[in-house]
């Protein structure tokens, strides 16, 4: 025990109910009947002044991220998608810098619809860069597709889902 103990290590220490909002990198939590451990933290700052938060989840063979909308408390796991299958016209439009607000498309009998687009500046735990995000959502807006475009080009695609608070259970701090 240190002698020169802040106040704000020794809160830490005691608290014993953790949400989405106190997760760090390390932490473990449940879902969907398995322990997922935090192994990145993100933090999203939005041109718009907006922040939002990502923690990279890993379960020893499954990666998946739990992303927290500070503006409206919601909540959504994403997982990697090959960009091809969901959109095949998705990579040239966005490379090509093309108007993304008015399209649709069917993926997975379902049919998506722009919802969103930001640019924002991305601090991790690992590493920092910028990206821009075009989102779509289906009609139910339960289900998600995010487009990401990185500082260097790339372009990644997410499959996503919403889900609530109380989904994600017995948070817990690592060692």
């Known amino acids: 025990m240190s002698l020169f103990k802040s106040k704000k290590s020794e809160i830490e220490d005691t608290q014993i109910d953790f949400e ?100 924002a500046k991305v601090n991790s735990t690992k590493e920092t860069y910028t990206m821009v995000n075009w989102l779509f959502e289906s009609e139910d807006r339960m289900h998600l597709l995010s487009f990401n475009k990185y500082g260097d080009g790339f372009i990644e695609a997410y499959k996503g889902i919403r889900i609530t608070k109380h989904q994600i259970s017995n948070i817990t701090p690592g060692k």
Request: no cysteine; proline share 0%.
């Open 20 to 119: 989405i909002e106190d997760l760090k990198k390390g932490y473990f939590l449940d879902y969907d009947l398995k322990t997922w451990q935090i192994t990145d933290f993100s933090t999203y700052s939005w041109d718009n002044g907006v922040t939002d938060f990502e923690s990279t989840l890993f379960d020893g063979k499954d990666k998946l991220y739990l992303s927290y909308e500070t503006v409206n408390d919601n909540t959504s796991l994403f997982w990697e998608q090959d960009i091809d299958k969901i959109w095949v016209a998705a990579r040239n439009k966005i490379r090509t810098n093309q108007d993304l607000t008015q399209e649709t498309f069917t993926f997975d009998n379902k049919n998506y619809h722009f919802a969103a687009e930001g640019s």
